[in-house]
């Protein structure tokens, strides 16, 4: 898990490295990992700037396919969830991560988690 990236324009940017000590792109180029979970839990708010559906989206578009994790927070409404879920269902990703199995068991979400599993298979 790293801390979000702010896109490819911005890559390399010596106040994202200081803050965090991450480029977990460099890391997946280098072969230092194999894959990474950019910890992106922000819905989708098309137009602004943690919008879920675009830090995701260049995290895909900057690694190697099948390298990003994509990450779903639980306590968004299951409507959301979903909505994310489908989002990049047509790339290659390296899986779906569920923050957290806590989250998923205090909103009573394990059922999302099944139509998601279901959908994406």
């Known amino acids: 898990s790293i801390m979000p990236d702010y ?6 940017q010596p106040d994202h490295t200081a803050i965090f000590g991450q480029d977990g792109w460099a890391w997946v180029e280098q072969g230092l990992c194999t894959d990474v979970m950019p910890m992106v839990y922000s819905t989708i708010r098309a137009g602004e700037s943690w919008d879920w559906a675009k830090l995701t989206g ?6 190697p396919d099948g390298t990003c994790w994509v990450a779903l927070y639980a ?5 959301m969830l979903i ?6 269902a047509d790339r ?3 899986g779906v991560a569920w923050y957290s199995a806590r989250l998923v068991d205090d909103h009573d979400r ?3 988690v099944r139509e998601v599993v279901t959908r994406l298979g």
């Open 7 to 12: 896109g490819a324009e911005t890559r390399g």
């Open 58 to 63: 260049q995290h895909l578009d900057a690694l």
């Open 75 to 79: 306590e968004h409404e299951p409507e």
């Open 83 to 88: 909505k994310q879920a489908e989002t990049f």
């Open 92 to 94: 290659p990703i390296a």
């Open 110 to 112: 394990w059922d999302v």
